[in-house]
């Protein structure tokens, strides 16, 4: 799928949705100048077509009890492909992960975190990364603050 795949109509109701994903058809439809079914229709197309993948609350994580986020970088000893998904199935799978990013560079995944203190980081680390044996060497680096970039369209 390409940009030049999406016409100006497309990318005007991508646009609306990356603002508020929670907006009613009839809303979207209004603001857009289109018909409610017209709209419902172009939606469920990019829906269809996997332009619009999901749509997900995002929750905060202090008000969870979860207020300490970090970037757990991951070094692999070996990079056979069977190893490496195994590695990215099992990372994604550990509580408390927001986010596995299987990256090129010094380091071969990056995983977001969100926990309640010091001791939980320390746990995942141990517990359940460092205990593949794929796995050379992690580094931690905490995240103090958090913003949003302009997005895909911006």
């Given at each position: 799928m390409t940009k030049a795949q999406l016409d100006e109509l497309d990318l005007e109701i991508l646009s609306a949705l990356t603002r508020d994903a929670t907006v009613t058809n009839k809303a979207l439809a209004h603001r857009l100048g289109l018909a409610e079914s017209t709209c419902a229709h172009r939606v469920r197309a990019l829906r269809d077509r996997g332009v619009i993948?999901?749509?997900?609350?995002?929750?905060?994580?202090?008000?969870?009890?979860?207020?300490?986020?970090?970037?757990?970088?991951?070094?692999?000893?070996?990079?056979?492909?069977?190893?490496?998904?195994?590695?990215f199935d099992a990372l994604a799978g550990i509580p408390r992960v927001l986010q596995v990013f299987h990256v090129a560079g010094v380091d071969d995944f990056l995983v977001h975190v969100a926990v309640p203190d010091a001791t939980a980081l320390r746990d995942i680390v141990?517990?359940?990364?460092?205990?593949?044996p794929v796995v050379r060497a992690t580094e931690t680096q905490l995240v103090f603050e958090l913003r949003d970039g302009r997005g895909l369209l911006g």
């Open positions: 993948r999901d749509t997900r609350v995002r929750l905060d994580g202090a008000a969870l009890g979860l207020p300490l986020q970090a970037i757990i970088k991951v070094r692999l000893a070996n990079h056979t492909g069977p190893t490496v998904t195994a590695l141990l517990e359940h990364i460092t205990i593949h």
